[in-house]
């Protein structure tokens, strides 16, 4: 009798254990998610500001002096549509937008880099500097072609 016995109180045994076991699951994973930890966002008090303002919209980005990207927006993600993306006002929209979103950066010194002719290049300037970051120096970057594409072959009629 003994020996029938002995099998049937591990089964009662493994029963319990496994509910026990799906119990504790559950309790861990809302443990889990209550320990998330912030992370530390490192000071950067100079950076540079990236413009690209072309006919059809205006970019702007902000990177550390290693290159790497703090912030960027365009008149597109601030919200305009159309002709409208490549006005000085769109421009100053979207230097606020980047400056929002840098800062807890510190940033407080700004080399500009403008590249571009278009509409927005002077309105993300003077947005930058009115938002409260200092323009260092203005760089521009425009790519200017020395001599150009050979051009099409003479039509012959």
């Not at 919209?57 to 912030?71: E, R």
């Not at 500097?129 to 050979?150: E, K, Q």
Request: proline residues 6%; positive net charge; aromatic residues 4%.
């Amino acid at each position: 009798m003994t020996e029938s016995n002995l099998p049937v109180v591990e089964e009662a045994k493994a029963s319990t254990s496994a509910t026990d076991t799906a119990k504790t699951d559950k309790s861990d994973k809302k443990k889990v998610t209550k320990n998330k930890k912030k992370k530390a966002v490192r000071q950067v008090p100079r950076a540079h500001a990236y413009i690209q303002a072309t006919y059809n919209n205006t970019i702007i980005t902000l990177a550390d002096p290693n290159g790497n990207v703090l912030g960027w927006a365009s008149s597109g993600k601030v919200g305009f549509k159309g002709p409208k993306k490549a006005t000085p006002y769109a421009a100053s929209q979207v230097a606020k937008d980047v400056i929002d979103k840098i800062v807890d950066y510190g940033v407080k010194e700004v080399t500009v880099f403008v590249k571009g002719i278009g509409g927005g290049r002077e309105g993300a300037i003077r947005a930058l500097h009115i938002n409260g970051l200092n323009v260092v120096s203005i760089n521009d970057v425009t790519p200017i072609p020395h001599n150009g594409c050979r051009p099409p072959k003479r039509r012959r009629v």
